[in-house]
């Protein structure tokens, strides 16, 4: 069973940093693009970074770019979103998800797995 698992998602002050993971389980994900998306509270689902699977080809929404990195660990079939400077408008579920092909990396539609979610909060 394929299964992506998103972790560090928590309670932060406005200025705040997290981290969050995204592993993945029963298959190799190595070759697959990687993206964060985050959906908030009678929102719909948005992109937020996107990351080839070389890691050649990055993608940020604008409004995080500067602040967010996404990153990704192949050996460890990990992928990463380093938070800074959080605003009390980054509260959202995140979610993490893959795809096999590089094109269109910031469309939610374009994803085939995703995992279940995990909440960021930030306070004012």
């Known amino acids: 069973q394929v299964q992506l698992v998103e972790s560090g998602g928590g309670l932060v002050q406005a200025g705040g940093s997290l981290r969050l993971s995204c592993a993945a389980s029963?298959?190799?994900?190595?070759?697959?693009?990687k993206g964060w998306f985050r959906q908030a509270p009678g929102k719909e689902r948005e992109f937020v970074a996107a990351i080839s699977w070389s890691g050649g080809r990055i993608y940020y929404e604008d409004s995080v770019k500067g602040r967010f990195t996404i990153s990704r660990d192949n050996a460890k079939n990990t992928v990463y979103l380093q938070m800074n400077s959080l605003k009390p408008e980054d509260t959202a579920i995140y979610y993490c998800?893959?795809?096999?092909?590089?094109?269109?990396?910031?469309?939610?539609?374009?994803?085939?797995?995703w995992g279940q979610g995990t909440q960021v909060t930030v306070s004012s």
């Open positions: 998800a893959a795809k096999a092909s590089y094109v269109n990396l910031t469309e939610v539609a374009e994803y085939n797995y």
């Open positions: 029963g298959r190799t994900f190595s070759n697959y693009a």
